[in-house]
């Protein structure tokens, strides 16, 4: 056979779901940013993709260091240690748990184990884009809600849920708009969900919360079980390059997860890292303080060039800039890599993760210049 000749795309064999999918856009990365602008990667500042900017937490780096020896072997497929940790510290049973690759895959594990082609989905506008993309990938029905003031319309989501819908994803706080849903209101509207419909809750930024709005969701899942509550170490603990995160949920709806999840999802290195670092609690107390700091600073510098900011509850703050991929630009040429939102509906907005203080500070500067000369 002649090799040269192509007789059939192999491509298209994939369903026309799959070749719809809108490939998810990260951060730009660092290497790639200093590559093309031909600087120093240590001259680059990235405030794009919602990572700590105190780095790991200690104790989970000198954990990984004496794990080191043991990566010959698999690593624990049940995640016995990790599960029994985050028992004894959220007050769940381990069969309410489900260990995931970041919790990016416990939210493909949802949709895995429980949306079919036939079914709705239902999400806010400006919601996280994983959302979406799952739902695609299963070729279900997407139902997005119009925003209220950016953030999710509790009310007007309720009345979007149909008869075949199976999944409400929402995130509190919101990623890529920062805003957050009142737990009471939250509570009220999974009162309202009817049954057979699961309320996916992800609580990515839920660490960041003040004391006063902290989730009171785990104890929702024994009354209601079809909540699903998703969390994070990429964040406030500051591992996402390890990728590490967990579901909590009704035991039936845990099991039916697991079946779908790779038997080793999660690795030992971030494991035994998550371990420590769920320790680490004045690690997490630095992080709250730091980025509560930095979220002030960055709403004051906000206010002195007249722009708008969305109210922040993670740690990151969506701001109002006009041309947005123009100021993307001009921060980029100036070393400063934020994250462009229009992907999500919001051409002439930017997100900014918080960064340490002169981060926030050196952002601002490069933003003033940016901006250049307008009329305030
Ligand atoms: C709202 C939200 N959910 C989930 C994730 C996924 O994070 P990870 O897979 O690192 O846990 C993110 C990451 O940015 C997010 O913003």
């Known amino acids: 056979m002649d090799g040269s000749v192509k007789t059939f795309d192999i491509a298209t064999l994939a369903p026309e779901n799959v070749r719809a999918i809108a490939p998810y856009v990260p951060g730009k990365p660092i290497a790639e940013t200093a590559r093309e602008l031909g600087l120093d990667p240590a001259s680059i500042l990235k405030m794009a993709s919602n990572e700590n900017p105190l780095g790991p937490s200690p104790r989970a780096i000198a954990a990984i260091e004496g794990a080191l020896a043991d990566l010959n072997y698999y690593p624990d497929g049940s ?21 995931g690759n970041g919790s990016n895959d416990v939210l493909e594990l949802v949709a895995r184990a429980f949306l079919r082609r036939e079914d709705s989905v239902v999400h806010s506008q400006h919601a996280f884009m994983v959302y979406p993309l799952v739902t695609q990938a299963i070729g279900a029905t997407r139902i997005e809600v119009p925003a209220r003031d950016y953030g999710t319309d509790l009310d007007a989501m309720a009345r979007a849920i149909r008869p075949d819908t199976r999944i409400v994803f929402l995130a509190n706080p919101n990623n890529p708009t920062g805003t957050f849903n009142p737990w009471e209101d939250l509570r009220r509207f999974v009162e309202r969900v009817p049954p057979n419909v699961l309320v996916v809750v992800d609580e990515a930024y839920g660490e960041y919360l003040p004391d006063e709005l902290k989730s009171p969701t785990p104890g929702w ?16 603990y500051g591992l996402a390059g390890l990728r590490v995160g967990f579901g909590l949920a009704d035991p039936s709806v845990a099991e039916v997860m697991n079946r779908v999840r790779q038997p080793f999802n999660v690795n030992h290195l971030a494991m035994v890292a998550a371990l420590a670092a769920l320790d680490d609690s004045a690690f997490i107390a630095k992080s709250r303080e730091v980025n509560a700091r930095g979220l002030e600073q960055l709403k004051r510098g906000f206010e002195r060039l007249g722009l708008e900011s969305i109210p922040a509850y993670g740690n990151f703050i969506t701001v109002r800039v006009g041309d947005a991929g123009r100021i993307y630009q001009a921060l980029l040429a100036q070393g400063v890599i934020v994250r462009p939102i229009a992907g999500y509906g919001m051409p002439e907005h930017l997100r900014i993760t918080v960064g340490l203080p002169q981060h926030n500070e050196r952002f601002l500067a490069a933003l003033e210049g940016a901006l250049g000369p307008r009329a305030k």
């Open 79 to 99: 995640g016995y240690d990790l599960k029994a940790k985050i028992s004894a510290m959220l007050g769940v049973q381990p069969e309410n748990i489900v260990l």
């Open 221 to 236: 899942i024994a009354r209601h079980p079809n909540v699903v509550v998703s969390r994070t170490l990429s964040k406030a």
